[in-house]
């Protein structure tokens, strides 16, 4: 076709009285009232979600006296902070804070370590029995020996009343390094046969090639092994009777179940102040709970959205293959 056959065609097309062509990304007014119903249906239910944790933090600012009668449920009533100034003053919080932070720190840095150098051997040809080994790995996930002999060996390798028995059980998490394995199968291939003719052991190729290109998966094993090791408490109950390592987690299940009797020493370690404010900022065991809670659940709020945007886009890599 000439260009003059074109022009003509197109003034056809669009000569006045002929119909417009339809838009191609124009949305139909089912489509606008689906995207509308979608929208609301996910903000509600966003809502419902956020708002135990609004709820926790509305009644531990909120006047004590009100907050134990359950009159304070959508805005904070008689706001005041001496609640955290006098819940920091219970004993044994400070050290909790830090055992509870080590374990964090340290078995999410391990964790993530170990998933990501396993993920990557198991990709190895060349390593011995690997396939056995992977299996035998795989099975762990489905099969335990149960409380009893897991804390006889525990306290045969002598990690009862021992910082490490918050870390190293964690280190290998089988599902952790399924996510590592698949997400080294989706890498090129061309990447270690380069590393390899330059003379990089294997080592070498994990550490300089591999783990800066593992980013998003990283990511998402850091965010599954820190929030399990800030939320664990078991072990402790379990393992651990010096007071000095009780953890944060454990500290809030004593603290709710003798909320009643930490109130009152609250309230006597509060002095003259208790006595001037009155039952506003008098402890209670409803503000105890609430303002303990708060403590516990603010790290992980606000860690989780700095790796999000690497969450989804590890956990769908390291999920799928192709």
């Known amino acids: 076709m000439t260009t003059t056959q074109a022009d003509t065609a197109t003034r056809t097309l669009t000569a006045p009285g002929s119909q417009p062509a339809a838009p191609r990304h124009g949305f139909s007014i089912a489509d606008v009232l689906f995207r509308g119903a979608n929208y609301v249906l996910f903000l509600l239910f966003a809502l419902i979600c956020a708002y ?3 709820y926790l933090i ?3 600012v909120s006047a004590n006296d009100v907050s134990a009668l359950g009159d304070v449920r959508l805005f904070p009533t008689g706001f005041h902070l001496s ?4 819940v920091f003053q219970l004993p044994g919080l ?3 804070t830090v055992v509870s932070l080590g374990r964090t720190i340290i078995g999410t840095v391990l964790t993530v370590v170990a998933s990501a150098f396993l993920g990557f051997m198991f990709t190895q040809t060349r390593m011995w029995g690997r396939k056995f080994w992977y299996r035998f790995l795989i099975i762990t996930m489905y099969f335990s020996a ?7 060996i525990m306290k045969t390798l002598g990690l009862t009343n021992n910082f490490w028995v918050y870390v190293l059980p964690f280190v290998v998490q089988p599902f952790n390094v399924i996510l590592a394995k698949t997400y080294v199968e989706s890498m090129p291939r061309e990447l270690q046969e380069a590393a390899e003719m330059d003379g990089a052991n294997i080592f070498q190729i994990f550490f300089r090639v591999y783990l800066p290109n593992m980013t998003p998966i990283l990511a998402t094993i850091a965010i599954f092994s820190a929030v399990t090791q800030w939320n664990s408490f078991q072990d402790t109950l379990i393992y651990i009777t010096d ?3 009780y953890t944060l987690q454990y500290l809030l299940y ?3 179940n003798q909320a009643s009797s930490l109130a009152q020493a609250a309230q006597n370690a509060g002095g003259n102040v208790g ?3 009155g039952l506003a900022t008098e402890q209670t065991p409803t503000s105890i709970r609430m303002t303990v809670s708060v403590l516990v659940v603010l790290p992980i709020i606000f860690v989780y959205p700095l790796f999000q945007r690497f969450f989804v886009k590890g956990i769908m890599l390291g999920a799928v293959k192709g």
Not at 146 to 152: A, D, K, T
């Open 52 to 54: 135990p944790f609004y």
């Open 58 to 60: 509305i009644n531990s």
């Open 83 to 86: 609640n955290y100034a006098q």
């Open 94 to 96: 400070p050290m909790a």
């Open 146 to 152: 149960g409380l009893i002999p897991i804390f006889i």
């Open 243 to 245: 007071q000095s390592l």
């Open 254 to 256: 004593m603290f709710i």
């Open 275 to 277: 006595q001037i404010a």
